[in-house]
């Protein structure tokens, strides 16, 4: 038999946890069937079979796993492992007779899994999570979420009509019980464990903050001419055509500042500088506890509109959990943008691997002096966060004032 060993979903990754086995041990695998949900450091990805055979899974549900490590075996099971699994006596149904008798399967479980997964039930890894953790049946419940997938807010409405689930209020007066008493002004604390994708943001995030010494630069942005670029485009618009947003000004800006200003396009690694050829533009975008940052590709090349479309795109795919590794590849340089919760301006925590990452406010119409007179423009405030191991001062300046030129100029953009 083949083993099947945890792959390597994205650059950065370093171990994966099985969040879900979407074929049942026992079952006849084909080239190309989707096999397991692991989640990664920066998102939940399907992995799909590359043999054929029969599965036999080594690492159950829950469990994490380094890179490289067996998680399960396809292939042909021998006649004697499965005169073995006659001779034992196994309760447990298989699809085939070949699976070896240590398989680790549990027997209440594997007929739900063939279910769910034979219906092809579309549902997100985190309600996936908490269906399990509650015990509510997917098979029976109708996703709100897009093109029918379940998501969380599915799960915990079954389970809040629930009677077995009606029980649990007890834990926090136990919780109270076992709380010292310095902590009993607080009230009882609610203890949440992170997932693993919230796990590996916090270590990733610690580490940046420990090991890159940090500093930041900031301006103002007169976005006048952006607002009435962007306003244009509206009109003119068709039915369904994407309009550009102003984020979508600022990535391009950055990502011509970028193509400009190598040393900014870069990273610092092992006592070197790493400058790279292309130009991948991160986005970070939110999701339900969490941060992904997919990334558009050659971002310096590609039109306004093209990088508005693509955009919308990766967000989508991101917030309905259908976004795959190697859209989460291959970053040089990140934006990230609050403006539309009404923030000013923020400092943001380098990703590591890149030299900066650019902190973008709200666009807001504030009182100016022009020639000694008052009047108003559209103001944004966007921050460089700057690795002073390879980006100094002057060269952060300097990319920082291109990226201000390139919006205030937004005809150079289009």
Partial sequence: MSEIVMPRLTDSMEEGVILSWLKADGDEIAVGDELVEIETDKA?????????????ILVPEGETRPIGEPIARIGEASPADAGEAVADGDPVGRTSPGVPSGTPTAPAQAPVQDHDHAEHIKVSPLARRIAKEKGVDLSGLTGSGPGGRIIKVDVEAASGSDPATAAEPASPAQSAAASPPADSAKGPPETVELNRTQSLIARRMSESKATIPHFYLRTVVDMDRAVEVRAAFKEEATEGETVPSLNDFVVKAAAIALRRH???????????????????VGIAVATEGSLIVPVIKDADHLSLAEISEETRRLA?????????????????????????FGVTGFDAVINPGQAGILSVGEVAEKPV????KIGSAHLMEITLACDHRI???????????????????PGLLA
């Fill in 391 to 409: 980006l100094y001062g002057a060269d952060g300046a300097e990319f920082l004032a291109s990226v201000k030129a390139n919006l205030e100029e």
């Fill in 369 to 372: 002096v022009t020639d000694g």
């Fill in 44 to 56: 939940s990805m399907v992995y799909e079979s590359d043999l054929a055979g029969t599965l036999e």
């Fill in 316 to 340: 989508g795919r991101v917030r309905s959990a259908e976004i795959t590794p190697p859209e989460l590849a291959g970053g040089t340089f990140t934006v990230s943008n609050l403006g539309m």
């Fill in 262 to 280: 190598p040393i900014a396009n870069a990273a610092f690694r092992d006592g070197h500088f790493e400058l790279y050829p292309k130009v991948n």
